[in-house]
């Protein structure tokens, strides 16, 4: 049972009767739900996952204390805390008592601080550039299962994805990277030998593809240890995981070097091929550094369309 579904039969069968039983003043001002650190957050949790922080439990989220008072909370927190300890044969583990739990009662201006610095969510166009878009998938994934007052879903909301101009300077800046590391570097490291440099190289043009997939997809790329996991399930061009996968994963030598170059080009053209269709590149060029001042070209504020094209990278 994935960590998602297990935390929402915990709080179908013991939850929600507390709060109905105990709380019914504060139950129009609750969301409940789990979302935040965690594989299980994510739907990427699996039997290896279980070997920590692994648990039936879910967070209630609070507004500020001009609403639900602290004392409130620590009311709703200490019933929180009494509910079974085991679950479906999994144990519960204890709260801190100063703060920093994945489940439990969360003040919701607290969870969006900690997740991208403002506690409504609300993001400069430097902060979007700023915050990790791991972080921003944090503060966005999981499932509500109940959301009584709104607050929560409404910053989610505007949470769920990149403004359009940011998305188009990553994009632009990334596909630079991925010519200068894969196209240009790589080739060049290999003919003088520098069999580790031209590693380097590859890791960098892997690890900007990869970014390039995601913003291509409109989705929040992940942490690294689920970048593979995640790209594998997206619409578009799930494709590379495989060949992605190759360059990082093979040596350097001469033919393994030249079987690297030609898959190098062909990620390429697949990448150009679904800029085409998203009519983000009117480039005609086979190399993505075309592509990358065309994509800039079609930012429309003129602040971050002159900011350098490396600037979001």
Same mark, same amino acid.
């Given at each position: 049972?994935?960590?998602?579904?297990?935390?929402?039969?915990?709080?179908?069968?013991?939850?929600?009767?507390?709060?109905?039983?105990?709380?019914?003043?504060?139950? %129009?001002?609750?969301?409940?739900?789990?979302?935040?650190?965690?594989?299980?957050?994510?739907?990427? @949790?699996?039997?290896?996952?279980? @070997?920590? @922080?692994?648990?039936?439990g879910f967070c209630i989220?609070?507004?500020?204390?001009?609403? $639900?008072?602290?004392?409130? /909370?620590?009311?709703?927190?200490?019933?929180?805390?009494?509910?079974?300890?085991?679950?479906?044969?999994?144990?519960?583990?204890?709260?801190? %008592? $100063?703060? +920093?739990?994945?489940?439990?009662? =969360?003040? =919701?201006?607290?969870?969006?601080? @900690?997740?991208?610095?403002?506690?409504?969510?609300?993001?400069?166009?430097?902060?979007?550039?700023?915050?990790?878009?791991?972080?921003?998938?944090?503060?966005?994934?999981?499932?509500?299962f109940a959301d009584h007052? +709104?607050?929560?879903?409404? =910053?989610?909301?505007?949470?769920?994805?990149?403004?359009?101009?940011?998305?188009?300077?990553?994009?632009?800046?990334?596909?630079?990277?991925?010519?200068?590391?894969?196209?240009?570097?790589?080739?060049?490291?290999?003919?003088?030998?520098?069999?580790?440099? /031209?590693?380097?190289?590859?890791?960098?043009?892997?690890?900007?593809?990869?970014?390039?997939?995601?913003?291509?997809?409109?989705?929040? =790329?992940?942490?690294?240890?689920?970048?593979?996991?995640?790209?594998?399930?997206?619409?578009?061009?799930?494709?590379?995981?495989?060949?992605?996968?190759?360059?990082?994963?093979?040596?350097?030598?001469? /033919?393994?070097?030249?079987?690297?170059?030609?898959?190098?080009?062909? *990620?390429?053209?697949? *990448?150009?091929?679904?800029?085409?269709?998203?009519?983000?590149?009117?480039?005609s060029s086979e190399s993505?550094?075309?592509?990358?001042?065309?994509?800039?070209?079609? *930012?429309?504020?003129?602040? &971050?369309?002159?900011?350098? &094209?490396?600037?979001?990278?």
């Amino acid at each position: 049972m994935k960590g998602i579904e297990l935390a929402e039969k915990f709080y179908k069968e013991y939850g929600e009767k507390m709060i109905e039983e105990s709380f019914p003043h504060l139950k %129009p001002y609750l969301a409940i739900g789990l979302s935040g650190s965690g594989s299980e957050c994510m739907g990427f @949790d699996d039997a290896i996952s279980r @070997d920590h @922080d692994f648990e039936p439990g879910f967070c209630i989220f609070l507004p500020d204390e001009s609403t $639900v008072s602290r004392r409130d /909370a620590f009311l709703l927190e200490r019933a929180y805390a009494k509910l079974p300890k085991e679950f479906l044969g999994l144990a519960r583990q204890p709260l801190n %008592p $100063v703060g +920093g739990n994945r489940h439990g009662v =969360i003040r =919701i201006h607290d969870f969006f601080r @900690d997740k991208t610095g403002d506690e409504n969510g609300e993001l400069t166009t430097r902060g979007w550039f700023l915050v990790s878009e791991q972080f921003l998938l944090e503060a966005t994934n999981g499932k509500i299962f109940a959301d009584h007052f +709104g607050l929560l879903s409404s =910053i989610r909301q505007k949470l769920s994805y990149l403004p359009e101009d940011v998305r188009l300077k990553k994009l632009a800046g990334n596909l630079l990277l991925m010519a200068q590391a894969g196209q240009y570097n790589y080739p060049r490291c290999i003919k003088r030998g520098e069999t580790g440099a /031209a590693q380097l190289a590859m890791g960098e043009f892997v690890n900007a593809a990869l970014k390039v997939v995601f913003l291509l997809n409109r989705k929040y =790329i992940p942490y690294y240890k689920w970048v593979f996991k995640a790209l594998r399930d997206l619409a578009v061009l799930s494709s590379l995981s495989l060949p992605l996968e190759f360059l990082l994963s093979s040596g350097n030598g001469d /033919a393994e070097s030249k079987a690297k170059a030609e898959s190098i080009e062909k *990620i390429a053209a697949d *990448i150009i091929g679904q800029l085409k269709k998203q009519a983000l590149s009117s480039a005609s060029s086979e190399s993505l550094e075309a592509h990358a001042y065309s994509v800039n070209d079609k *930012i429309t504020d003129p602040e &971050i369309r002159n900011l350098h &094209i490396m600037y979001a990278v």
